[in-house]
């Protein structure tokens, strides 16, 4: 059974930093990684998705790595602002179930601080 | 995209009540997923259609649920005789078939209060 653990559960930093939030997973047998975003009381807001054959993938001030082999993804966010304060959420599938549904960790809480 | 929609986005019940949720989804997608999220966790699978079959169901889906999507485009998630472990945030995905980078769409939820 594909378990996904996200540490920290929780992070605070000034504006302007750099940061990293981590994703691990147990199986490496995966057919996408996604990260997401959820504002408090909303539903999730897809970020990136990574495809099991890549290694990484860019989208403005984010980055997402994907290290399949050893069930690891980074989510690395440039110049934080406090609009970055959410919850972010790192979902895998497998492909024993051809990516039909998404394991979640438990989330990383994020405060940029003004 | 209009994006996915859920209805209602809140709704509080009496134990035992039954309660429906709606989702419609993106219009050209044509899987759709069902997930319920407990407050500090992650969301957890509960079932997938493709088109207007439902394909997978997580065993967390207690036969006191019961999901459908009859035309293929927006789906319904029934529980029966609700109970207060059914407090969570039901959420509701669609994604298009195909390849692994087919990323999956969420709409804002429906929350859930058992009294």
């Known amino acids: 059974k594909q378990e996904v653990t996200q540490i920290p559960a929780a992070l605070s930093v000034p504006e302007g930093e750099n940061l990293v939030l981590n994703c691990s997973f147990t199986?490496?047998?995966?057919?996408?990684l996604q990260w997401f975003r959820q504002d408090p009381g909303k539903g999730l807001t897809s970020l990136l998705l990574i495809q099991s054959s890549q290694r990484e993938q860019t989208s403005g001030r984010l980055n997402a790595s994907l290290d399949k082999s050893s069930g690891r993804s980074t989510l690395y966010i440039a110049a934080s602002q406090p609009g970055d304060s959410t919850t972010y959420l790192c979902a895998v599938s497998s492909l024993n179930n051809a990516g039909n549904m998404l394991t979640f960790g438990g989330g990383t809480r994020l405060m940029v601080k003004p | 995209d209009t994006g996915v929609s859920q209805n209602p986005r809140h709704k509080i019940t009496k134990r035992g009540q039954n309660v429906t949720f709606r989702c419609d989804p993106i219009?050209?997608?044509?899987?759709l997923y069902w997930y319920r999220q407990t407050l500090g966790q992650g969301p957890e699978f509960l079932t997938y259609?493709?088109?207007?079959?439902?394909?997978?169901k997580s065993r967390l889906l207690s036969d006191r649920f019961s999901a459908e999507r009859p035309k293929g485009s927006f789906s319904t998630l029934e529980i029966q005789r609700t109970e207060q472990g059914d407090s969570a945030m039901y959420l509701c995905a669609s994604s298009r078939e195909g390849g692994s980078n087919q990323p999956q769409h969420f709409g804002d939820g429906t929350r859930l209060s058992i009294l």
């Open positions: 259609f493709q088109n207007e079959a439902q394909l997978e």
């Open positions: 199986d490496s047998a995966i057919y996408n």
């Open positions: 219009s050209e997608h044509n899987r």
